[in-house]
């Protein structure tokens, strides 16, 4: 198995990336997405989208599956938005 396939997956920036993670999870589950669906409440199809990154996903929805999974989500900054508190060549 590649790096890139083993939990935990690091950051998520995009759909495609919460996708990979859920499909990732279910399979080391041994779970259908029909199987992953019911046991979720959600449609089969919603699962497809969800694993292939579609982006307009209902977030409610997004987090009932990731909570199915024994996932969650967690937010932190990224650390960009914090500038030095001196430039390099600027006067103090």
């Known amino acids: 198995m590649d ?3 083993k939990l935990p997956l690091g950051k998520i920036m995009t759909a495609e990336d919460i ?3 859920v499909r990732a999870q279910r399979k080391a589950q041994g779970a259908t997405q029909a199987e992953f669906a019911a046991l979720c409440g959600v449609g089969v199809r919603f699962i497809s989208e969800l694993e292939n990154g579609k982006s307009t996903m ?3 929805k997004v987090l009932q599956v990731l ?3 024994g996932l969650e989500l967690s937010l932190r900054p990224r650390g960009w938005n914090q500038a030095p508190a001196t430039s390099p060549g600027r006067p103090e």
Do not use: M, V
């Open 58 to 60: 209902a977030l409610g």
């Open 67 to 69: 909570k199915c999974l």
């Open 19 to 21: 996708g990979r993670c």
């Open 3 to 5: 790096s890139d396939k």
